[in-house]
C-alpha cells in the first residue's frame, strides 16, 4: 500500500466507522452537555473496541479513525481523540505499574486522561514552561497514608526522587473532570527543554485543583492549579529533564491525526454543500448550476483531498519511522487544518443565513472548526517547524558534501 490509497479492507472500515458514529454516537453526543466530559459516550467507544485501538494501532489507523468519526459526530472524535493524547505518554514511557493501573481503564471508558502542556504564559512555545518541579527533601515515612498519597519511591532512579509541583496550566482539554494528567513540569531551572519533566499525576492528589473554561468549542477545557503536588520518581514517565521528548513524541504522532479531524470536517462540510446546491433553486435555477458555485465546490473539494493525501503521506512516514516526522507532521496539521477553516467557511456562505442557525450543522461545524488551527502546535509554529527541518536538512547536507 502506498500513502496515497486505500486498501478496500480500510474503505470499508472507515464507512463502518462512518455509520456508528451516526448510528450510535451521534444519540449519545446529543445528550450530553457541552463543556462537560461525555463518559456515555466514552464507555460507547470503549464498548465499540475504538479506544483500546488507540494503543494497537499505527499513526495511519488512528488518521482514518479521526477522520470517520468527525465526518458523523465530532464529539465522539474529540473524546477518542483527547484519550490518546493524555495516555499516549503513559502507554509509550510509562513503567508497568503505571502501564497496568491506568491504560485498561483507559481502554474501557472509565478513566479520564488529560495532556497537560500548555500555561497561561507557554503555550505554543512549550519550551518555556515555568510549572516548578521542586525537590521535596521530606522522608517518604513523614508521609500520611492513604489513596491520595504519593507511589512508593523507587531507589535505582538518578536524581532526585521527590518534587512538589507549584504552578498553573491552561486550556487543557478534558479538565477540570479528568481522572489523571500528564503533566510536563520544569524540573532544571534555566534549561529550557532539557530541564521538563513529565509526570503522570492522579486528579485526587493534595493540592491539585481545576475550574472548566467557557470556550467556543464545545468539548471541555480547563484551568488546573498546583499548589505544592507532591510527586515521585514512580510518577515520572520516561526520564527526569527529558519529558520534553515525550511531549513532541506524542505530538508528532497525533499533529497528523489533527488534520485528519480537520479532513472529516471538511468532508462534513462538503458534502453538505453538495447536496444543498442541488436541492436548492435561485436565479431560474438550481444554485449548481451557477458557475460560480460550480467552481466554488471544485476549489472545497481539491483543497479537501490534497490536505487529505498529506495526512495519510505523514502517518504512513511516522509508522514507517522515516527520518522527516517532524516535517511531514506539521506540513500535515497545517494544511489540513487551514483547508478545513476555508471549506467550512465557503460552506456556509453557500448555504447563506440558514447555516447561522443554532443547531445547523455547519452552525456546530463552524466552531469547532477553528481551535485546530490553534492547539497542539499553532499555524505559526507549524510554518517554524517546517522552516527548521528544511534548513536543518540543507545544512546537513552541505556538512556531508564539504566533507
Not at 448510528?23 to 452537555?33: C, F, N, Q, V, Y
Not at 502501564?99 to 507557554?122: N, Q
Not at 524540573?187 to 485526587?204: E, I, K, S, W
Not at 443554532?358 to 517546517?386: D, F, T
Request: glycine letters at 8%; one cysteine or more; aromatic letters at 6%.
Amino acid at each position: 500500500m502506498t500513502a496515497f490509497s486505500l486498501e478496500p479492507a480500510q474503505l470499508a472500515w472507515c464507512a463502518e466507522l462512518r455509520a456508528l458514529a451516526a448510528e450510535r454516537l451521534r444519540p449519545l453526543a446529543d445528550k450530553g452537555e457541552p463543556g462537560r466530559v461525555n463518559r456515555a459516550l466514552l464507555a460507547e467507544l470503549g464498548a465499540l473496541g475504538l479506544l483500546p485501538r488507540l494503543f494497537t494501532s499505527g499513526a495511519l489507523d488512528l488518521c482514518l479513525m479521526r477522520e470517520s468519526l468527525a465526518h458523523a459526530c465530532t464529539e465522539a472524535e474529540t473524546a477518542l481523540a483527547l484519550q490518546g493524547l493524555g495516555a499516549h505518554p503513559v502507554h509509550a514511557h510509562g513503567t508497568e505499574a503505571q502501564r497496568a493501573r491506568w491504560l485498561p481503564r483507559v481502554s474501557d471508558g472509565t478513566a479520564v486522561a488529560a495532556f497537560a502542556l500548555s500555561e497561561p504564559d507557554a503555550g505554543s512555545d512549550a519550551a518555556a514552561l515555568s510549572l516548578a518541579a521542586e525537590p521535596d527533601a521530606e522522608r517518604a515515612d513523614t508521609e500520611a497514608p492513604g489513596p491520595t498519597a504519593p507511589a512508593a519511591l523507587t531507589a535505582d532512579r538518578d536524581g532526585p526522587s521527590r518534587w512538589r509541583l507549584t504552578g498553573e496550566k491552561c486550556w487543557i482539554s478534558n479538565a477540570p473532570e479528568a481522572d489523571f494528567y500528564t503533566v510536563f513540569a520544569r524540573t532544571t531551572p534555566d534549561a529550557g527543554a532539557r530541564g521538563v519533566t513529565a509526570f503522570l499525576v492522579p486528579a485526587d492528589r493534595p493540592g491539585l485543583t481545576g475550574t472548566p473554561l467557557a470556550m467556543l468549542s464545545p468539548h471541555p477545557i480547563g484551568a488546573l492549579a498546583f499548589d505544592a503536588v507532591p510527586v515521585t520518581a514512580d510518577d515520572v514517565l520516561g526520564e527526569a529533564d527529558r519529558g520534553f521528548r515525550v511531549a513532541m513524541g506524542t505530538l508528532n504522532l497525533f499533529r497528523p491525526s489533527v488534520g485528519a479531524f480537520a479532513v472529516g470536517m471538511a468532508q462534513a462540510a462538503l458534502d453538505a454543500t453538495l447536496a444543498h446546491t442541488t436541492a436548492r433553486t435561485a436565479f431560474g435555477g438550481r444554485l449548481r448550476d451557477l458557475q460560480t458555485v460550480a467552481h466554488q465546490t471544485a476549489e472545497m473539494a481539491l483543497r479537501t483531498e490534497a490536505a487529505r493525501l498529506m495526512v495519510y503521506a505523514a502517518a504512513t512516514a511516522y509508522d514507517e519511522g522515516a527520518p522527516d516526522v517532524p516535517r511531514r507532521s506539521a506540513m500535515a496539521k497545517l494544511l489540513a487544518t487551514e483547508t478545513a477553516q476555508y471549506v467550512v467557511d465557503r460552506a456556509v456562505q453557500l448555504h447563506g443565513a440558514r447555516a447561522l442557525r443554532r443547531g445547523h450543522l455547519l452552525e456546530h461545524l463552524y466552531r469547532e472548526v477553528r481551535a485546530p488551527r490553534v492547539y497542539e502546535g499553532a499555524s505559526e509554529v507549524q510554518r517554524g517547524i517546517i522552516a527548521k527541518e528544511l534548513y536543518r536538512t540543507l545544512d546537513a547536507t552541505t556538512e556531508e558534501a564539504g566533507t
